[in-house]
């Protein structure tokens, strides 16, 4: 039997941002991860990191931070145009140097190698084809499997986590119907970075609200769908369609096409009953992508559950009241970025009159009105300010 302080199971960038950041509180911590140290996951995924998260990773490992924002990009400006017309644009300022920009723009891939690296050196121990079948708790520690044994698993597993269904907790929420493609498209190394633009009815896409975003590496477009269209056919062949969609027009080669429904899930419960195991990221909550809630919500997660299981190791916090107020402050989080993703997906699918009346008219007054035009380009992404006290996540 293998000890640690802290098992963490889930390879992924809450896993690892959990580990990585319980061993700069001086834990001894254990990944266990399902998958091989070498399987790649395709994709761009999770391309937006917050500035708040950067700054997070950095209380941990400030050369990660620094690593991530050079490694990653911050988008020229946004720009957001209804039915072929700019109806609001800004520039953002150039980040300076040695700063922490407001976002980094990478892929998902990107970000978890740059984990990786980090973890390693803070001497966190990664065991790969090591899948968390089952758990145990017992007074004093948590078993998973029969080798590996901690004071506190955290368990950062996934949308279908194994560690939430032993403990007993569940997801509820709901699944949209409206389906989304996403496009990662090559991007030239040596332009500028672009803007993020957001089309609403783009007439080259049938009307269709268009959603474009660039990552270093890459361009990523993300096409709302209607119900009536054929999701298999398009993904089959996306360079017969996207290139019109490119803002600029320019050359494209597509690298990895994907679709997806919109999940709204929070756990019923982020800890277990022996207050010894905690749900992190997606394995406690699910939440659409718009306004990059997944990513930066886990990281805030990690970061919590860091903090009370390290706590009550050290002895400054009794283990009821830290890894209660786990539960108690991330689960309300979640259920404050499910709403926002609610606000932002009610929105962008516009299914009732008075929503898409009041966003046309918003259109129509985003000629002369910059606050009517700053109101369209906010509301796809959900409110800034969920309410969660010290974060936007
Ligand atoms: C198409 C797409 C686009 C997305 N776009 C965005 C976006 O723009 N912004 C955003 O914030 N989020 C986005 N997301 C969501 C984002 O990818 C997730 O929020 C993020 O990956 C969650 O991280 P996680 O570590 O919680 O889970 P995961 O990334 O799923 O990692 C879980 C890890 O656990 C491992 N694992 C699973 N089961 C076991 C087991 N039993 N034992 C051990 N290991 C196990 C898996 O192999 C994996 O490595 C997108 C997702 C998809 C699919």
Redesign the pocket.
Known sequence: MKHSDVLV???????LAAALLCAARGLVVTV????SETAVRA?S????VHGVTLRTLGGADPELAQRLANRGLTWGGKHTLWAGRTVYRRSYPRPRSGMTPPFSSLS?RDIEAELRRSCLAAGVRLAWR????TVSVRPGHVEVGSGHRASFLIG???????VRTAIGARLAGTRSDASFI?VDLADDPLGPPGERVFHYRHPAAGNRHVLTAPFRGGLRVDLQCRGTDDIAGLTADPASWVAPLVPGGAAVEVTWV?H?RFHQSVADTFIDAGRRVLL????AHLFA?FG?????S?IADAAAAAEAVAGVITGTAPRDDAVGRYDAVRRAAALRNREATAQALDQLLATDMSTRARQRIAAAAARHSVRAGAWLDRIPYGPRDAGIPGSPY
Do not use: C, K
């Not at 199971?9 to 896993?15: D, F, L, R, S, W």
């Not at 950062?156 to 194994?162: K, L, M, N, Q």
């Not at 992190?280 to 394995?283: D, F, N, P, R, W």
């Open positions: 199971a889930g390879g992924g960038p809450v896993g266990l991860e399902s998958e994709g995924r999770a391309i937006f998902q090591t899948p968390v079948e950062a597993d996934g949308a279908r986590s194994t996403v994907s997806y992190a990221g997606e394995a992508p990059a809630r997944g990513l930066n886990g």
